[in-house]
C-alpha cells in the first residue's frame, strides 16, 4: 500500500516527527543523566577530614606495625583495594627492615594533606591530593635527639562509602619506600654497629655557595617543603616529572640558582632544557667530566657506607640501576649520627637519609663531590 503527501502535509510530517525526536531525546538523556549521577554527595571541607583521619589512622597503624587495623582501612574485595593494601604492608615492611639496619626506631608519622580535585561518584569520591608526611626517628642508643625527615607524595585516591564506613578502594601514587630491603641480615648487623657508632658532623663552616645551595633545595623541594611556598616548585623551570622525571633538573637548580655555577653550551636551560641540565645520567656524565665535580666513591651500599661520611651539604649522589644512572639526590644536611641526609624530586624528599628507599639488590652509588 502507498501514500502520497502534498508538499505541505510533507512538511507538517516531518516537522512534527522532529519535534518527537527532539522531546524523546531530551527525556532519554534526563533518564540517563538520572541514573548515572552520583548518588552520594560530601561536601568538600567533610572530604578533606576524611582523608585527613584516614591518613592519620594508616600512619598510626604502620608506626606501630598493627596490620589488622592497617587491613581494616581497605575495601579489599576488590583487586585495586587489595593491591593498594598489600602495597602498604610492603612499605611497613620495608621501614621496619631499614630501620633496624639503621640501629634506629620511629617515634612519629604525621602527613599534612592538602586537596587538589574532590569528584563526586556513585557510592563514594575521587579525590586528588598533596601529602607533605613529617617522620621523626631516634637511633635507639641515643634516645633524647630526635630527628625529622618529610617525603612528599601526590595521590589519586578512590573512597567507598560501604556498610556504614569509608574504605580505601584504590590509590595510586609514587611512594619512595616501594622497594623490599634486599640485604644480608650478617651485612645488616654489621651496618647496624657501624652506624649506631658515629658521631654528629659539624658543618658550621661551610663555604656561602654551599649554603645557598643548601637554601635553595630546602625552599623548593615542593610537597615536601612546608606549606610557606605552597609546596610549588620553582615557577621559572619546566616540571619534568610527567616526561621522564625532575630529578636532575631539580639538582641543576641547585647548582646554578644556588650554588653560583654558570650555564654552560651543554649544561644550560634558555627556551628549554639541555640533556646536561635535565638528564640524571648525563647530569652526573657532566659534572665529573667538566671538573665541576669529583668522584668520592662509587659502588654498593656496603663499599660506599663508611665513604659518605665523607659528603658534604651540596654534594650529590647518584643513584646507578643496571648501569644507567636514573635518579639525583642534593646532599643538604646529616642526622644526628652523620648520616648525609638529601633533598630531590620524584618524590619529593627534604632533608631524608641518602639510602632511604634505594633498597635494590643491583643499586650502585656515586657519591659525588661538587667543587664549589
Known sequence: MFFYFSRKQLIIFLGSLALILFWLGNSLCFLWLQCTAPELTIPESEVFCLVDDLFYLRNQAILQGNLPTLAGLYDRSTRNGTWAYEHQVKKEKYLRNWLYKQGAKLTAINSLIQLRRVQPRKDGVRVTLLASTEYRYIYQNEPS?????????????????????????????????????????????????????????????????????????????????????????NSKYTNYNYSGGDCANF????????????????????????????????????????????????????????????????????????????????????????YALTNSHNADRYRVPWDLGYGDRGIKFWLVRVNY
Not at 148 to 177: A, N, V
Not at 251 to 266: D, I, P
Not at 299 to 324: N, R
Request: aromatic share 12%; charged share 25%; net charge positive.
Open 145 to 233: 635527639i630526635v630527628n625529622r625527615m618529610r617525603i612528599g607524595t601526590y595521590h589519586s585516591l578512590e573512597l567507598l562509602h560501604k556498610e556504614e564506613q569509608w574504605l580505601i578502594s584504590r590509590e595510586w601514587y609514587t611512594d619512595p619506600f616501594a622497594d623490599a630491603l634486599a640485604m644480608e641480615k650478617g651485612q645488616a648487623e654489621a651496618d647496624h654497629l657501624f652506624i649506631s657508632s658515629q658521631k654528629f658532623r659539624d658543618f658550621s663552616n661551610l663555604n656561602q655557595r654551599r649554603i645557598k645551595a643548601v637554601a635553595y633545595a630546602d625552599k623548593y623541594c615542593g610537597a615536601a617543603a612546608n606549606d610557606e611556598q605552597g609546596f610549588k616548585y
Open 251 to 338: 639538582a641543576s637548580q641547585v647548582l646554578h640558582e644556588g650554588g653560583g655555577f654558570r650555564k654552560t653550551y651543554t649544561w644550560n636551560y634558555g627556551k628549554g632544557a639541555s640533556r646536561a641540565w635535565v638528564n640524571a645520567q648525563a647530569f652526573n656524565r657532566y659534572m665529573l667530566n667538566s671538573g665541576r665535580a669529583s668522584r668520592i666513591a662509587h659502588g654498593t651500599y656496603s663499599q660506599v657506607l663508611k665513604s659518605s661520611y665523607e659528603l658534604l651539604p651540596g654534594d650529590y649522589i647518584a643513584y646507578e640501576k643496571k648501569g644507567k644512572v636514573t635518579h639525583i639526590s642534593v646532599v643538604t644536611d646529616a642526622d644526628s649520627k652523620g
